[in-house]
């Protein structure tokens, strides 16, 4: 199995890599989907449903990426569910890409001085309005950079999903390491590939992070 040239190396990695830019994204929009809801119970007056948002940020943020795979994947067939290497990746990314982006923006958010929120009571804006005309435009800006830099998380965490079989760019690489038994060269390129996809996220966090910085103090 070693005629595997350099070439077929290369090419196997990026058709993984799509699946690991595929899983991000889906991981993403999902936790997203997820987040905003919470974010409203978390704003809320409610004091139990508020609780029961801290338990479910503290319980994925507290427990490894790993483990949540492997209860996704696992511990739902035990209850009879048959789940694909996709479905469980997807299920337990975005409950992890949730809990943490619920803390961003509910940080975002918070951060934002209060005497917002009276003024706008005092203009007869409603708590909707307020929060959507007024409050969700500032946040998002505040909220921009630290978002694309967890994005680099979500990224790096979609390594993981290999492990319960799920072909992205690690698990390709062990099959194709297995296959050419030259593990530097292929785990090399497969660095490679992470680094391209991470490194300019975590410089446009970056670059975000100084432009919000720069506006803010002028």
Known sequence: MTNFTDWDIVRNLLLAARWTIMLSLIAFVCGTLVTLPLLLVRMGRWVWPKRLVTGYVALFQGTPLLMQLFLAFFGLGLFGIDVSAWTAATLALTLFTSAYLLDIWYGSIRSLPKGQWEASRCLGLSFGQ?????????????????????????????????????????????????????????????????????????????????????????
């Open 130 to 218: 307020t929060l959507w005309r007024v409050v969700t435009p500032q946040a998002v800006r505040i909220a921009i950079a630290p978002t694309v830099g967890f994005s680099v998380q979500v990224i790096k965490g979609t390594a993981l999903a290999s492990i319960i079989g799920f072909v992205e760019l690690t698990k390709a690489g062990t099959i194709l390491n297995n296959a050419t038994f030259a593990p530097f060269k292929v785990f090399g390129l497969v660095a490679l590939g992470y680094f391209l996809l991470c490194y300019p996220l975590s410089r446009y966090s970056r670059y975000l992070e100084k432009k919000f910085h720069a506006a803010h103090h002028h």
